[in-house]
């Protein structure tokens, strides 16, 4: 969770980054917030739709959730 409050801090003052974002995604996961990592990872996917790996894990969780 601190690291994900890092992480938002940097992108406050940084603006977008991919890797910040999808960084914050897979903190949520390894917490077990599987819906604010699939709004955080949405979010990367919908800057740059060309991430295959995150495009395919995405589409995985909302089959199992």
Same mark, same amino acid.
């Given at each position: 969770?601190?690291?994900?409050?890092? /992480?938002? @801090? /940097?992108?406050?003052?940084?603006?977008?980054?991919?890797?910040?974002?999808?960084?914050?995604?897979?903190? /949520? /996961?390894?917490?077990?917030?599987?819906k604010?990592?699939?709004?955080t990872? @949405?979010?990367?996917? @919908?800057?740059?739709?060309?991430?295959?790996?995150?495009?395919?894990?995405?589409?995985?969780?909302?089959?199992?959730?």
């Amino acid at each position: 969770e601190e690291a994900i409050s890092f /992480y938002k @801090e /940097y992108l406050s003052h940084a603006g977008t980054n991919l890797n910040i974002l999808n960084s914050i995604g897979k903190c /949520y /996961y390894r917490l077990g917030n599987i819906k604010e990592a699939l709004i955080t990872w @949405e979010k990367s996917l @919908e800057i740059n739709s060309n991430q295959k790996a995150l495009k395919k894990l995405v589409d995985q969780l909302k089959r199992k959730n």
